[in-house]
T-cell receptor
């Protein structure tokens, strides 16, 4: 069964460092998303991406964040200068259309020290 | 924007008992309500969903009910089994836009053998 894969599963970084989280969405999906979950809190929408551009972003997704689809398979989330409060589980998701089932990856846990 | 509240945050039941998880939403325009199950080390997976034109939907041991007037919906699991142990997330969105999917904080269900 096709699945969304994410790397790394866990990353520890120092405050102020840049981090790139990688995702490989399901191959025939056209819509891609990043969510995050701070420990014990809600899963929060960060950004959605379609046709090589951001289609929507939340207030969390400020100038420190960027997304990119550098090739035909990867979808990346970059945090330019990490802060302690960026520590969270980051989930990538994809969907075939703008509606319908979201398929999630296993998540990347980011710990900022 | 939409705000989804989920209760309880943890739930422990004996094998064979029923489990009920409740969610409320704030935006009366929301009309699509999926439930996701997240097993340890995996990403959330869709287990059942309901649209606002029906009040109840069943799939074997799981069912979801929706009360549009009160803006709440619930997940019911009957005859629980240890493999039902997981974190369950409710979500709400307008069916034509995955971008505005908003999640609850999750319920950790433990089924004791």
């Amino acid at each position: 069964e096709p699945e969304v894969t994410q790397t790394p599963s866990h990353q520890v970084t120092q405050m102020g460092q840049e981090v790139i989280l990688r995702c490989v969405p399901i191959s025939n999906h056209l819509y891609f998303y990043w969510y995050r979950q701070i420990l014990g809190q809600k899963v929060e929408f960060l950004v959605s991406f379609y046709n090589n551009e951001i289609s929507e972003k939340s207030e969390i997704f400020d100038d420190q964040f960027s997304v990119e689809r550098p090739d035909g398979s990867n979808f990346t989330l970059k945090i330019r200068s990490t802060k302690l409060e960026d520590s969270a589980m980051y989930f990538c998701a994809s969907s075939e259309g703008s509606t319908g089932e979201l398929f999630f990856g296993e998540g990347s846990r980011l710990t900022v020290l | 924007g939409e705000n989804v509240e989920q209760h309880p945050s943890t739930l422990s039941v004996q094998e064979g008992d029923s489990a009920v998880i409740k969610c409320t939403y704030s935006d009366s325009a929301s009309n699509y309500f999926p439930w996701y199950k997240q097993e340890l080390g995996k990403g959330p997976q869709l287990i059942i969903d309901i649209r606002s034109n029906v009040g109840e939907k069943k799939d074997q041991r799981i069912a979801v009910t929706l009360n549009k007037t009160a803006k709440h919906f619930s997940l019911h699991i009957t005859e629980t089994q240890p493999e039902d142990s997981a974190v369950y997330f409710c979500a709400a969105s307008m069916a034509y836009n995955n971008n505005d999917m908003r999640f609850g904080a999750g319920t950790r269900l433990t089924v004791k053998p």
